[in-house]
């Protein structure tokens, strides 16, 4: 069980959480299910999200975890028809589904820096830069095409996308992703404005510094000790210390629920222990 943030109830809402299988929206499928929602968790990873599920029933909450690819309309469309039957129409939609990839990070932070054995700017694989770009913005785009047909005909719902900090000030090593959460911020406006007239909100999160299975390798040696890059982020964070995935939590549970922010739409609220509040001096 979660020590939830905020008791919102959200009783009789039916929640799709895209990339329900990982760390981050795996912690907000279960907020919602513990909040009352009908939460239908999806990840291409099939394990994890009926793991999840499975779990969430024997606590006496509703879920379903579905197989999803998020690049794939045509089988998004199917798993929609699958939510359909087994828990109704989609009241909220969290765009979790999203990541980095290797082949679009380099190995050094500044070109000069830049080895024969290492990855440089000029080393970094077109293909992998395009899939970083597809996952995090296609992967937005494509859901949200799925699931909002709910929403516009019952003229009320909420969309809630996962920015980042990066979408701010881009982070070194990591161009593509950083440019695809800025993405993603202003897709959130675009679809906020889009939606306006239909009752739909849309609004996004950016999460400051985690530590999850992505980032692992980049934060802390074999040897569990923080890198040089890790003592850069705590530096430059006054709060000197990474943000917990159930932090993101009540920001999550509060944009989404239409009592708390019903005249809230096209903000990216950031929560990053005070990272972009910080100038470094």
């Given amino acids: 069980m979660i020590n939830l943030p905020l008791n919102i109830d959200f009783s009789g809402k ?23 929602a009908k939460v239908a968790a999806l990840d291409l990873n099939e394990n994890a999200v009926k793991e999840l599920a499975d779990s969430l029933k024997a606590e006496g909450f509703i879920c379903e975890g579905y197989k999803a690819n998020v690049l794939d309309a045509g089988a998004l469309e ?19 589904a999203g990541g980095n990839n290797p082949r679009a990070t380099t190995t050094n932070e500044y070109q000069h820096e830049a080895t024969a054995e290492g990855k440089s700017f000029f080393d970094l694989e077109p293909d992998g830069v395009d899939f970083v770009f597809k996952l995090n913005f296609q992967g937005t785009l494509l859901p949200t095409q799925a699931f909002a047909k709910d929403m516009v005909a019952k003229k009320a719902g909420c969309i809630l996308n996962i920015s980042s900090m990066n979408a701010y000030t881009p982070l070194t090593k990591i161009p593509a992703y950083s440019a695809a959460k800025a993405g993603i911020s202003n897709f959130t406006q675009w679809l906020a404005t889009h939606f306006a007239g239909t009752g739909i909100r849309c609004n996004a ?14 934060l802390f040696n074999e040897d569990g000790t923080p890198t040089a890059r890790s003592a850069k982020i705590l530096n430059g964070t006054p709060t000197n210390r990474f943000v917990d995935a159930d932090e993101l939590l009540g920001a999550t549970l509060f944009l989404c629920d239409d009592r708390s922010a019903s005249a809230i739409t096209g903000v990216v609220l950031p929560v990053d222990a005070g990272f972009a509040a910080y100038s470094g001096v």
Avoid: W, Y
Wanted: charge should be negative.
């Fill in 14 to 36: 039916v929640v799709v959480v895209t990339g329900a299988g990982g760390l981050i929206c795996g912690a907000m499928a279960r907020a919602f299910a513990q909040s009352g």
């Fill in 205 to 218: 999160i950016a999460p400051g510094f985690l530590v999850s299975a992505q980032n692992k390798a980049l």
């Fill in 78 to 96: 199917e798993v929609h028809q699958a939510v359909l039957r087994d828990l109704g129409e989609c009241d909220i939609l969290v765009n979790g």
